[in-house]
């Protein structure tokens, strides 16, 4: 597949689809990155095994097991664009501070998508992703700890409801604006 036209735009750039579990961050941020023809990281993946197995027992991280793992996704983000120019990642990035912590590693421009959808609709798609860490109790303890955009946040939010491919164009159309802030609904 050829890069989407308008990716040398966007470079260099650092684009994180955030997020609460069920969202559909990791299916956006990976149709996003194939469709900009770049590099995918699902920030799962770069939880430690303490995280993954503290989050299969049905307990919520805390601050002290999200910096590290923050900081691994940030120095991969930052090193995938040194030599590429752009990357996708999937994080959850649900605090303000979060999103700055990966800001300060990434050292680049830095976008985020939000996709949003109500309670409800998380929870069917939960329930519908057999055999995920990540169990549909925690749900609760990530809205509460969902801290929305403040003003000036490059965070772009728009509804989860719609397709992958809606998503991706509606996405990649925020990205190649010359100011870069707002959603979509």
């Known amino acids: 597949m050829q890069p989407h036209p308008d990716t040398a735009r966007i470079m260099p750039r650092a684009i994180v689809v955030m997020g609460v579990s069920g969202s559909g961050k990791s299916t956006l941020g990976a149709l996003l990155a194939e469709t900009l023809g770049c590099r995918f990281l699902e920030g799962d993946s770069f ?11 049905g307990a919520p991280l805390d601050d002290e097991d999200r910096w590290p793992w923050l900081d691994r996704l940030g120095v991969a983000m930052a090193e ?15 605090r303000t501070v979060y999103r700055t912590r990966l800001r300060h590693a990434v050292v680049a421009p830095i976008s985020f998508i939000l996709p949003e959808a109500d309670r409800a609709e998380l929870m069917r798609r939960l329930h519908n992703r057999p055999g995920h860490y990540m169990p549909p109790s925690l749900l609760t303890s990530q809205l509460d700890t969902l801290e929305p955009p403040i003003v ?4 772009f939010t728009l509804d989860a ?6 998503l991706c164009e509606a996405s990649i159309a925020w990205l190649t604006q010359p100011i870069s802030f707002g959603s979509l609904s």
Do not use: F, R
């Open 161 to 166: 409801n719609w397709t992958p491919a809606a």
């Open 47 to 57: 939880h430690d095994e303490a995280a993954v197995a503290k989050m299969s027992a």
């Open 152 to 155: 000036g946040e490059p965070v």
């Open 80 to 94: 995938t664009i040194a030599t590429d120019g752009l990357v996708v990642a999937a994080c959850s990035a649900l």
